[in-house]
């Protein structure tokens, strides 16, 4: 199996939980489910419960408040006697949707692994409306940013995120988006800003500073990789219609993406917008692009 490198995530999950921890101390899931569970374990069974963001159709990645830290991202499995609630109504797990939050009654083990694979899971209960699917939006983002000039994708092996500056995501649903985007290209992931990969001696230079002048991320590239960038723009205006009786404003974000592989070599979304659907799906607009 091909090793993962994703620094800020990985290295905050506990070797046998999957889960953030101080150095020394270890983790464990609550051994019994909370009181008020509609869906306990079978009789006799331990149970853990926690509540996870459904990223694409397979993986979880934990809430803030849950038993790891917020940090934790996971894989799972059902079979005929896990128990499916949407809206309060029996489902299918054909029935649940990328960015449904699920409350997920497990066994409470997690395998040692990256992402953590959860044990028997005996219920997963989701409310539609609470479907936001951020995760969906910016893995699109990503997959259009990598289609645009693909001659910067040529010959690489590492990719490189920076998720830092995008705001309404938790850290295990960044966790969830670097990890799924790095899987789907079967590329290994190192998440940080440029300047942290450059320090770190990621990059190497294509030509010497002019004298006079300083040494300069400009003049360096990625022989092995290709580096994304995705930052809110927090400082985005709003030009909305007035709302009538009973209608809400909707749910709106800005963003900026960038794609790099050297000083002269990066490509550029800007002035994006993008807007929530009432299925808690998003579309999104790009303001203008440019190549470098």
Same mark, same amino acid.
């Given at each position: $199996?091909?090793?993962?490198?994703?620094?800020?995530?990985?290295?905050?999950?506990?070797?046998?939980?999957?889960?953030?921890?101080?150095?020394?101390?270890?983790?464990?899931?609550?051994?019994?489910?909370?009181?008020?569970?509609?869906?306990?374990?079978?009789?006799?069974?331990?149970?853990?419960? $926690?509540?996870?963001?459904?990223?694409?159709?397979?993986?979880?990645?934990?809430?803030?408040?849950?038993? /790891?830290? *917020?940090?934790?991202?996971?894989?799972?499995?059902?079979?005929?006697?896990?128990? @499916?609630?949407? %809206?309060?109504?029996?489902?299918?797990?054909?029935?649940?949707?990328?960015? $449904?939050?699920?409350?997920?009654?497990?066994?409470?083990?997690?395998?040692?692994?990256?992402?953590?694979?959860?044990?028997? @899971?005996?219920?997963?209960?989701?409310?539609?409306?609470?479907?936001? %699917?951020?995760?969906?939006?910016?893995?699109?983002?990503?997959?259009?940013?990598?289609? !645009?000039?693909?001659?910067?994708?040529? *010959?690489?092996?590492?990719?490189?995120? %920076?998720?830092?500056?995008?705001?309404?995501?938790?850290?295990?649903?960044?966790?969830? @988006?670097?990890?799924?985007?790095?899987?789907?290209?079967?590329?290994? @992931?190192?998440?940080?800003?440029?300047?942290?990969?450059?320090?770190?001696?990621?990059?190497?230079?294509?030509?010497?500073? !002019?004298?006079?002048?300083?040494?300069?991320?400009?003049? /360096?590239?990625?022989?092995?990789?290709?580096?994304?960038?995705?930052?809110?723009?927090?400082?985005?205006?709003?030009?909305?219609?007035?709302?009538?009786?009973?209608?809400?404003?909707?749910?709106?974000?800005?963003?900026?993406?960038?794609?790099?592989?050297?000083?002269?070599?990066?490509?550029?979304?800007?002035?994006?917008?993008?807007?929530?659907?009432? %299925? *808690?799906?998003?579309? /999104?607009?790009?303001?203008?692009?440019?190549?470098?």
């Amino acid at each position: $199996m091909r090793k993962r490198t994703i620094t800020a995530a990985a290295l905050l999950l506990a070797l046998a939980a999957g889960c953030a921890a101080p150095a020394g101390e270890v983790l464990t899931p609550p051994s019994t489910a909370p009181a008020g569970t509609e869906t306990p374990a079978p009789t006799g069974e331990d149970s853990a419960v $926690m509540t996870c963001r459904l990223v694409g159709d397979g993986l979880l990645a934990e809430g803030e408040d849950g038993p /790891y830290g *917020g940090t934790a991202i996971f894989t799972f499995g059902t079979d005929g006697d896990t128990v @499916v609630t949407v %809206d309060g109504e029996p489902a299918q797990v054909s029935d649940l949707r990328s960015g $449904m939050l699920l409350t997920v009654t497990w066994n409470g083990a997690v395998a040692e692994s990256y992402p953590g694979q959860l044990g028997p @899971v005996y219920a997963l209960t989701a409310d539609s409306g609470d479907t936001d %699917d951020r995760c969906g939006l910016y893995l699109q983002v990503l997959e259009d940013l990598w289609a !645009a000039d693909p001659g910067l994708n040529e *010959g690489v092996t590492q990719v490189g995120l %920076d998720l830092s500056g995008l705001t309404g995501l938790t850290q295990g649903e960044k966790a969830a @988006v670097a990890w799924a985007f790095g899987e789907t290209h079967g590329l290994e @992931v190192v998440t940080g800003t440029l300047e942290e990969l450059w320090a770190q001696g990621y990059f190497t230079p294509m030509t010497e500073p !002019a004298e006079g002048y300083e040494d300069s991320l400009a003049l /360096y590239q990625w022989e092995d990789g290709v580096h994304f960038t995705l930052t809110t723009d927090t400082e985005a205006a709003w030009n909305l219609p007035a709302l009538g009786p009973g209608e809400e404003s909707p749910v709106l974000t800005a963003f900026n993406a960038q794609k790099w592989r050297s000083g002269l070599g990066a490509y550029f979304f800007s002035d994006c917008t993008a807007q929530r659907g009432a %299925d *808690g799906t998003w579309t /999104y607009t790009v303001g203008s692009d440019a190549i470098a």
